[in-house]
């Protein structure tokens, strides 16, 4: 169950990150709210995923599912760089979560 909470908690790092701009500097109530719902959200996934999962190890793979998941939405929807040494850093990051998990004594 580990992993699956920590994949949901990457999964809300993502929706909290792209919805940061949207707060204008946390000024605007409704997106800093529902940035503020998700932050939350994955934060307390993210604590049940370390009842199994070394703090470590959940931790860098919580923070590589939102930083390629955020990178991804920019990229897609935000028209940000597409440069070919720019995918290449992101899949370092998508080789060291995968390796991450297969060094992972928990089960999917």
Do not use: H, N, Q
């Not at 701009?21 to 994955?42: E, H, N, Q, V």
């Not at 370092?92 to 004594?105: D, P, T």
Request: charged share 10%; proline share 3%; hydrophobic share 55%.
């Amino acid at each position: 169950m580990g992993w699956i909470f920590l994949l949901l908690a990457g999964g809300c790092e993502i929706f909290y990150a792209a919805a940061i701009p949207r707060t204008d500097g946390f000024t605007k109530l409704w997106p800093s709210i529902f940035c503020a719902a998700f932050i939350c959200l994955s934060m307390y996934l993210l604590s049940l995923a370390t009842r199994t999962i070394p703090v470590g190890t959940a931790y860098a793979v919580w923070v590589g599912i939102g930083a390629l998941g955020t990178a991804i939405y920019g990229i897609t929807m935000l028209g940000e760089d597409r440069s070919m040494l720019r995918i290449l850093c992101f899949f370092l990051i998508l080789a060291g979560i995968v390796g991450l998990k297969l060094l992972s004594a928990d089960e999917l």
